[in-house]
């Protein structure tokens, strides 16, 4: 599977460039908002390219010229919904190792706790819960754009793992507090979060 | 809202005692086991009364009168898939406190690499991430059934949130590992996730 729009592959179903400029300018970003929108509100299953370009106020046709299948668009709409995370890495490594743990949580926390970034992750988790094809997907996506970086900052055996394990318990955390809502967990105090997770996180990112 | 089938609400609906008799025997025990099935195969969107009825060989009709609402329904079906877990607590205590963190990861392994028990958390998880009323019923199962009883073995401070702490862990590694399939956690060696889950585990139960 690919991650990418594949707009090359998509281009080869041949669409008469005038057709493009017919709907207007901007037509792809109306597109690939609306498909963020409708993905995030209804999920991958109740999601449609026809529904994507009602939203977008285009033909259906353009939608697919654009990005291909449903996948495609799913695939480039969390991509787009993943940018804020793909510069973990970078939060990460910031030089000495120490702090990492601390600095992988507040990064992390520091996107969930955004009322704009919230709600495509909450998309993107909902979608690969229930849905294969875009559990597929995000896999692909994490695999290519994130886990490899993160785990090429890390200096331990297995780091690839260690990645994982760090993210499993963030991933875990912000289920109970932002989607399933449980207390205490859901209006714990974030540094107490952070003031417990951060050794945690810090000795599977370092500890050798 | 309620995590029982609340049957003295439903037998409100009074409905005569024979018409129970013409379904046959093992009636409300046909439907518990077809509501599972479908709430584990559908989510709880997509599960319908009339579906879990049908499946089950029963009028819809005796559904409502058993349980009845969908919700309620959801909630003695989720009760139901829950009971491996309900012994968790006692896992946890065993005696010393050295060792808990390990025991509550075996516990919760054993759940869910185990055939038979995995599929209804899926299930519980998808219902719990894609729909507010699943999400709801969850809540108050766990806390009313595992969470207060699990928090009640601990000797730490804030032990709910120390319990839910050690949780959120097993949820993200089993989101990762059984849900999304994300190599290298997928096929990880389980003992090698133990090794590294357990002692993070053991100091949110029992770090003061």
Redesign the interface.
Same mark, same amino acid.
């Given at each position: 599977m690919t991650g990418e729009p594949s707009r090359p592959a998509a281009r080869r179903r041949g669409r008469p460039a005038r057709a493009e400029a017919a709907e207007g300018p901007g037509a792809r970003e109306r597109i690939l908002a609306a498909a963020r929108t409708e993905f995030a509100e209804r999920?991958y299953d109740k999601t449609s390219v026809r529904g994507i370009a009602k939203a977008a106020g285009v033909d259906a046709a353009l939608v697919h010229h654009y990005f291909g299948t449903k996948e495609q668009v799913f695939a480039a709409a969390i991509e787009l919904s993943f940018t804020p995370a793909l510069t973990m890495p970078d939060a990460i490594a910031g030089g000495a190792e120490a702090g990492a743990g601390e600095r992988m949580a507040r990064f992390v926390f520091g996107i969930w706790e955004n009322p704009v970034s919230r709600p495509p992750l909450l998309a993107i988790?909902?979608s690969?819960?229930?849905n294969d094809t875009a559990?597929t997907v +995000?896999?692909g996506l994490?695999?290519r754009r994130l +886990?490899q970086r993160v785990a090429g900052e890390l200096h331990v055996p297995?780091p690839?793992?260690r990645a994982?394990?760090a993210?499993?318990? +963030?991933?875990?955390?912000a289920? +109970?507090r932002y $989607? $399933?809502?449980?207390?205490?967990?859901a209006s714990?105090d974030l540094e107490?979060?952070i003031a417990? $997770?951060a050794?945690?996180l810090q000795?599977?990112l370092t500890q050798p």
């Open positions: 999920g988790m909902r690969a819960l229930t559990a +995000l896999r994490v695999e +886990l297995d690839e793992f994982q394990l993210a499993s318990h +963030l991933i875990g955390i289920m +109970l $989607v $399933v809502k449980m207390e205490p967990m714990a107490e979060i417990m $997770v050794p945690t000795r599977y």
